[in-house]
């Protein structure tokens, strides 16, 4: 639904671009204020599992951006402290490869459960930033399978049928990982939705893959595709309004950055005193997709 | 209430008391001013005794009353490129006279702002009004050779173009939904075609354009900046013409012709591009736009009749669409896109006696946007729109020469449709909510008067009275505090939702120094129920009209306006400077984040948030109206802020259009009988936008975080254009021309929008931002021909 809306404004931004196909493009410079250097956190709780959390600082806005500065903006210096209300678990600093950055702040005492209410303290740079978040339900998908698209030769989406259960108010996060051509949980394109278009009905719908950065630089063939032969591992999460507000308008920011359409919008943060980011909850349910 | 009641009664009472202290032996000359070539009525034509000055001109219509003291007069008809009209006559009775006026042998094409008494500017109450002919415009230079009266319109002080590819327009800070434009009494809801890189006014099939930004007499309502009344031409009713034009990117034709001969005539004109045709062999098979189709047409027609001296009807009728379609193969994709307007004019003119003159007329409007694609599974509709049905009572009463007064009433019933949207995927319907249409009653009563209280003072006063009801059937959903739908109340068919009662008063009065020179001040306050709702930074035709709600409240506008007016060397120099300042209520905007999809299984304006505007300028003019030079400079230099609680944190900040300078030079060069010459140059600040100011990693992405809104200037826009026109020989049945243009002379490359690039990726631990600016058009010649037999 989401991905067809987004779609409309493509077509709409192409349909410009046709009568002014040669229109001219050149490089210009841009004197942008200085910006205050901020905390960005980005951290989750997924059920049955710790927390993690990622710190960084934010960028300035032009200029290269090389490895040096990168790991600079790696926070390493923090206190990170989850709560349920009744145990604190102070976070460890954890290296891993796969994850950017891969210097992260992980858990070890308190495992996300359903229905409870997680509260994040991070004390850094001498400023304290706070934030809370759920844990909702998780519901599970009714069945899961791989259809090739037409025109194509073995790439195709993954489907899914589902039930919404009865009441407004659910939003949801979908994630897939393909065994051995992925390392983590890459969210689909268009990971993010609010039942609101589809309260308490039963539907199919597709998923396109969503690539662990659109920003790379190297061309992907299968690029949205799953392939004949993959073994996916869907991953479909019950989240809040918080997180849903958050990844909907940061993933409406990755999408329509740039696309002189739209209305340049803040990304929603739940993160008190003065961060960027986002703290949230995962009800997660798990499928694998064999796709034949 | 009371108080404004009890000042609009006191209002009338003054105003009846007035004209009764002035009733003598005074006798009145009357009739219908129009050009013996064609038939058509003039509007604008100069009517008055040569021996006091006394005069008026002719109304939309052609109609003109003349009230003076018994006596013998030289009675003088006078119009700017016609043969004057000049009689005797000995006014013993009430006389009734049909004028016709001859088209000066040589055209002299001098001018473009004309239609006035040749000190107009200095001797009218009128502030910020613009008239301009048709005829005069086609000679300036136009854009791929489309003779566009809207963009000619933006040439003029305070009135502001939005940039290229957006034909709405800004009228002293206020937004483009705050401009009524007119097509012969129909509202025009989308003036432009292909996102506005031309708009919907086809110039063969009009005849007159009367823009008014400062006090706006009572006779008009409902939006706050402007007004822009076009008439279409009513057909010539002596003989048959057909004349057209093939240009670069479009054909137009026009046939007009009499029914019976000086009674009845119609018109017909049609344009249509071919912009998709000539494209189509350039497209590469593999093209991202291949398969992609656009075009857009539009027909004017007028049938008009005489039945008597005293009753004329009209009916005349507009229909454009803009169409674009879309089929991929590879992608499974295919998409169609129309929008376009409607509108149907019935108007009946009756003469009850010399000094009173009724219009009546019922109007049909209707826009539409309609937009399908189809993707693999996915199949989705979304569709918005405006349909008006309208009826207007219009009286025109000349009690004596020093008053003109109007009153009448008008009755709007509007049914909007905002977007609204079906979906299936897999032949299953995804429930995006019930169709919505918001159905609202939209009346008013006005009274208007222009009184010279002396020969030096002149007052043109009125009132408005309007009357809003937003009724059912209407389902109002409930959010909570973190914007959730939770609930919904439904209101029955025609329960009253919501209604709003206000009184609008208008004034403008000027003060004669001398002869030459004049002081004018306007005063006028309006209030607007309809409101235009962008989702995206510039204006598409998805943009949404929605009415006054129970939550969204009338945009209320309150305007005053200073001028000094003054001609040099026999009116042939016109100036002016204008000062104005305009406060603005209840403006509305979406709320930070909302996304196009948030208006559905939703009421859009549960997504607005509102907030208050103001803007304050000054505008100077200087106009050379005759000679073998004519031309204008305006310069315009504005200030306009929005604050609204929900953006921006709150804190004020520029409003999108706000254009700190704003200079448009127009010349024209009459070389011989054949040729003319025109330039133009513009030059405008550029337009406000919110930048990025730093920028974030999310799941390994990078976002950004944006600065204050509209704190950044986007580069200056200027431009020169130029044209020759050559008009070939008159032959005995057969006259044709060529307009040659060059468009942006000096290749200079305006910014259409910034955006950035950034390259490389987080995981590749190298980065790269650069800022680019796209601009729409380079040097841009183009030649018309046009024909007329």
Not at chain 1, 21 to 50: A, H, R, T
Not at chain 2, 31 to 38: E, F, L, N, P
Not at chain 2, 677 to 693: D, K, Q
Request: proline share 3%; charged share 20%; aromatic share 16%.
């Amino acid at each position: 639904m989401k991905r067809t809306t987004n779609q409309i404004f493509q077509i709409i931004a192409g349909l410009f671009l046709f009568f002014v196909f040669y229109s001219c493009e050149k490089n210009i410079s841009v004197d942008i204020p200085e910006s205050e250097e901020k905390v960005v956190i980005e951290g989750s709780i997924d059920l049955n599992d710790y927390p993690i959390v990622f710190l960084t600082k934010n960028l300035p806005y032009f200029g290269v951006i090389d490895s040096s500065m990168i790991y600079n903006l790696i926070i390493q210096d923090a206190t990170v402290i989850v709560s349920d209300g009744n145990v604190y678990d102070t976070l460890m600093k954890t290296f891993d490869i796969n994850y950017f950055p891969p210097l992260f702040y992980k858990g070890s005492i308190i495992k996300g459960e359903v229905g409870k209410t997680y509260y994040l303290t991070v004390k850094v740079l001498g400023k304290t930033f706070t934030s809370v978040t759920t844990i909702p339900q998780p519901i599970p998908l009714d069945s899961t399978w791989f259809k090739v698209e037409p025109h194509q030769d073995s790439l195709g989406y993954l489907w899914a049928k589902f039930t919404d259960p009865p009441g407004t108010g659910n939003y949801y996060r979908l994630f897939t990982k393909r065994l051995t051509k992925d390392k983590i949980f890459v969210p689909i394109f268009g990971s993010i939705y609010d039942d609101k278009f589809f309260n308490g009905q039963q539907f199919q719908f597709s998923m396109m893959r969503g690539s662990s950065s659109i920003n790379s630089t190297t061309v992907d063939p299968e690029f949205g595709f799953y392939k004949i032969g993959d073994t996916v591992i869907v991953k479909a999460c019950s989240v809040d309004k918080a997180t849903y507000d958050f990844w909907r308008t940061a993933e409406g920011e990755m999408y329509s950055s740039g696309n002189p359409f739209m209305t340049p919008s803040q990304i929603i943060t739940n993160i008190e005193g003065g961060g960027l980011g986002v703290w949230s909850g995962y009800g997660v349910y798990t499928d694998t997709v064999i796709c034949k | 209430m009371l108080k404004r009641i009890t000042l609009f009664l006191s209002f009338l009472f003054l105003f009846t008391f007035s004209i009764i202290a002035q009733q003598q032996q005074k006798y009145t000359i009357s009739g219908y001013v129009k050009d013996a070539s064609t038939g058509e009525y003039m509007m604008g034509a100069n009517v008055y005794m040569k021996e006091t000055m006394k005069g008026t001109q002719t109304n939309q219509y052609g109609y003109f009353v003349l009230t003076t003291e018994k006596g013998s007069y030289t009675f003088i008809t006078s119009f700017m490129g016609y043969t004057e009209y000049s009689e005797k006559v000995n006014l013993t009775q009430n006389l009734k006279k049909n004028i016709t006026l001859q088209e000066k042998v040589i055209t002299k094409k001098e001018i473009v702002i004309t239609g006035e008494k040749e000190n107009n500017n200095t001797a009218s109450t009128d502030m910020g009004k613009v008239q301009m002919e048709v005829e005069k415009i086609k000679t300036l230079p136009a854009f791929l050779g489309e003779v566009d009266i809207m963009k000619t319109i933006q040439l003029t002080p305070g009135v502001q173009s939005a940039g290229e590819g957006n034909s709405s327009f800004y009228v002293r800070g206020g937004g483009p939904d705050q401009n009524l434009i007119l097509l012969d009494e129909a509202v025009v809801y989308n003036a432009s075609h292909l996102f506005g890189f031309f708009s919907v006014f086809n110039a063969d099939a009009v005849k007159n354009i009367e823009l008014t930004k400062a006090g706006m007499p009572a006779n008009y309502g409902g939006r706050l900046a402007s007004v822009l009344d076009i008439s279409m031409k009513e057909g010539n009713n002596q003989k048959y013409n057909v004349d057209g034009g093939i240009g670069v990117i479009s054909s137009r034709l026009t046939v007009q012709g009499p029914i019976k001969k000086d009674t009845s005539s119609f018109i017909i004109s049609g344009r249509r591009t071919y912009i998709d045709l000539l494209i189509k062999p350039f497209v590469k098979k593999t093209s991202a736009f291949k398969g992609t189709g656009y075009y857009f047409y539009d027909l004017n027609t007028k049938v008009n009749y005489r039945l008597s001296d005293k009753d004329r009807i009209f009916l005349s009728g507009y229909f454009g669409r803009d169409i674009f379609s879309l089929n991929q193969k590879d992608l499974s994709f295919k998409n169609s896109i129309s929008w376009g307007n409607a509108t149907t004019s019935f108007r009946w003119n009756h003469v009850f006696a010399p000094k009173l003159f009724l219009n009546t007329s019922l109007i049909f409007s209707d826009y539409k946007f309609e937009m399908g694609a189809t993707q693999s599974e996915y199949d989705i509709k979304l569709y918005s729109g405006v349909r008006d049905y309208n009826a207007k009572l219009d009286f025109s009463y000349f009690p004596n020469t020093r008053h003109k007064v109007k009153f009448g009433m008008n009755y709007i019933y509007h049914i909007f449709t905002p977007n609204n949207a079906t979906a299936k995927t897999s032949g299953v319907d995804l429930d995006l909510g019930k169709e919505v249409k918001l159905y609202c009653n939209d009346a008013a009563l006005y009274i208007n008067d222009e009184w010279d209280v002396t020969d030096r003072i002149k007052i043109n006063g009125g009132l408005r009275y309007t009357c809003f009801q937003f009724t059912g059937p209407f389902e109002r959903y409930i959010l909570n505090y973190s914007n959730q739908v939770i609930d919904s109340v439904y209101y029955k068919k025609f329960e009253n939702i919501k209604t709003y009662n206000h009184v609008e008063p208008r004034l403008s009065i000027r003060y004669g120094i001398n002869e030459l020179s004049s002081i004018k001040a306007s005063f006028t306050q309006n209030y607007q129920y309809i409101h235009l709702a962008s989702v995206t930074a510039i204006s598409l035709p998805t943009d949404i009209w929605m009415p006054s709600t129970n939550i969204v409240e009338p945009q209320f506008g309150t305007q005053y306006s200073l001028g000094y007016f003054r001609n040099y060397r026999k009116n042939m120099w016109e100036t002016s400077v204008e000062v104005y300042y305009k406060d603005m209520k209840n403006q509305i905007e979406f709320k930070e984040g909302s996304l196009p999809e948030d208006n559905i299984k939703n009421n859009t304006d549960n997504n607005l948030t509102f907030g208050r505007g103001w803007s304050y300028g000054s505008e100077f003019f200087i106009n050379k109206r005759t000679g073998k030079w004519t031309g204008w400079i305006g310069y315009t230099l504005s200030y306009t802020k929005r604050k609204f609680p929900e953006i921006n944190k709150g804190v004020e900040y520029w409003a999108k259009y706000d254009r700190r300078h704003d200079v448009s030079v127009i010349l024209s060069y009459e070389f011989n009988d054949h040729w003319t010459f025109s330039a133009i140059w513009v030059y405008a600040t550029g337009n406000a936008m919110t930048l990025p100011i730093s920028r974030y990693i999310i799941n390994g992405t990078i976002v950004n975080e944006y600065g204050p809104k509209n704190s950044y200037r986007m580069p200056a826009y200027h431009r020169a254009d130029i044209s020759a026109t050559y008009t070939g020989k008159k032959h005995k049945n057969y006259q044709s021309s060529w307009n040659f243009s060059i468009y942006n002379v000096y290749n200079r490359y305006n910014p259409y929008y910034i955006y950035f690039q950034t390259t490389g990726s987080i995981l590749d631990y190298h980065i790269e931002t650069q800022a680019k600016q796209v601009s729409l058009f380079p040097i841009l010649p183009s030649v018309t021909w046009n024909f007329k037999f």
